[in-house]
């Protein structure tokens, strides 16, 4: 009978302890964490993607508002695309 109730104590713990709401939003040294910034894509990157985006028969890739990760992400990748398009296939 011990063992019964020592059981479904320890699942009403583990239960409450899985409802439980995250609260704090500090790290371990107790400072506030800093904010993620996300900024627009520059003017540089959008010349830049809308030219290989049309160069790379990708007009979809691109959008005039995608923020700088995502834009460098997308030139990285249709650069690479390009690359490819430019060697000569391979042959056996």
Do not use: W
Request: charged share 30%; proline share 7%.
């Amino acid at each position: 009978m011990h063992e019964k109730s020592a059981l479904s104590y320890r699942r009403t713990q583990r239960d409450a302890a899985r409802k439980e709401p995250i609260r704090c939003h500090r790290d371990c040294c107790g400072m506030h964490k800093k904010p993620n910034v996300v900024g627009q894509m520059t003017a540089e990157q959008t010349a830049l993607l809308r030219k290989i985006a049309f160069d790379a028969y990708e007009p979809e890739a691109f959008s005039p508002n995608l923020t700088k990760a995502e834009a460098a992400r997308r030139i990285d990748m249709l650069q690479a695309k390009l690359k490819l398009m430019s060697e000569p296939p391979h042959t056996l």
